[in-house]
């Protein structure tokens, strides 16, 4: 394929309009966000959720079924140098490829209904890595949502969606929830609820894992509050063999999901 | 505390020296590198491995029982201001505190004799904060050591160091391997091999997790090189119970090796 028209000016009104989505204000007041590099704009295009896509030649050429794909389904296609999509990159290699995707709303009452089995909640997750990290460990895992507390990082924050590499995408996730509602939808529904936390009981041994679970997952530094762990169940904790003093937020959400996964499928 | 001389010039020829060490050639030939933020200078000093620490004064304010420690060992102590700690900085917020810290000898014979239960090898693992977190993780799981490839980023590289968090000062890592001479050290002292990667084995069910394992992990976008996959006893998969792709390699790890620790510690 070849295109005719190369976008050089990085001032053109279409580059500031998505520069500024960049910012979590803007990105509420237009609906709409960036997906950047080709896995992310190929995830976003199989939603069906693209607005316009930029692009470098080199990576016209390249992934040439994305373009088709986000071609047909309407969405504008700007072919445009490195130095145009770098006006609205969050990172410095976004492979020459970024999208403008609508965001979608967020309907957490579908979440917890019978026959739900695996929920994530996140309270106060502020790193946009280690939230897209955990949703898609929770994709991974197969659980059937994630719910993010009002305080925790973004959903649509370009970091949050570059490492959640899709996942974004592949499961109903609710932002602005307050915890202790969720966790009252998690046991209308008959589901346990755990929290991932320091001196709980272990992980393999103390719980049942292959009950229908909501999963508790606090901020790495602060952990969860105090009036979230008086909510749950039970603590849980990771049983730390070595002389790591804890596990990371997604590596420690890791253990926990694919643990209850593994009990659930058996 | 008190520190009499804040250290302002960040021409200093003790800043220069530090900061030549961002760069892999001057670590190697000066047998130090950098550990960044109190909690790996803490492990550092409870090592007995700081030779120089670089602090604010607010960090030496709150950090006391650090820098008694670090001037216990004789090493030597300056206070200085946060733009000096930025001129050796890989991080934008290395949290006001930097150690120069003694390299230690890599010696891979001690790893695999009768009794060890778990190592980890990583096969060309290019991103330090993948390779960080994967220590960590090793640490976590009681892991007896780490082998990194020749192929595999600096263990040295700060951003190695920093999302270790401490770990890289509490078990053996062995740099600069071939895997084949790691994986015939192994089966040697009877330990099984295998390899994380896609289209293997169900890591729940194909494999006896309680046995003595060598786990393989390689890099994240190219996966395990063929020939490195012909020498292992089994190739292990992580069960995808969603639609995401794959794990990250940290999360991987996470998965495979706590699977490993909860068999062999039940």
Redesign the interface.
Known sequence: MQSSEVLTNVRAPKVARARRLLKRGFRESDGLFLAEGPQACREAASAGKVKELFLTQEAFDRYAEIVLAIEESGAEITVCTEAVIEQFSSTVSPQGMTAVVQMWDQNPSELFKPGTKLVVALTAVRDPGNAG?VI????????NGVVMSSDSVDLFNPKVVRSS???IF??PISVGQELAETISAAREVGMQVLAADANGVSL?GGVDLAKPTLWVFGNEAWGIPTEVLELVDQVVS???????????L??????CL??S??AQ??
């Open positions: 990290s898609r460990v929770a994709d991974a895992a197969g659980a590499v899709g996942s592949h499961l393999y990771i049983p730390i063999y070595g002389q790591a003093e804890s596990l990371n997604a590596t420690a959400s890791a253990v694919y643990a996964a593994q499928n058996a």
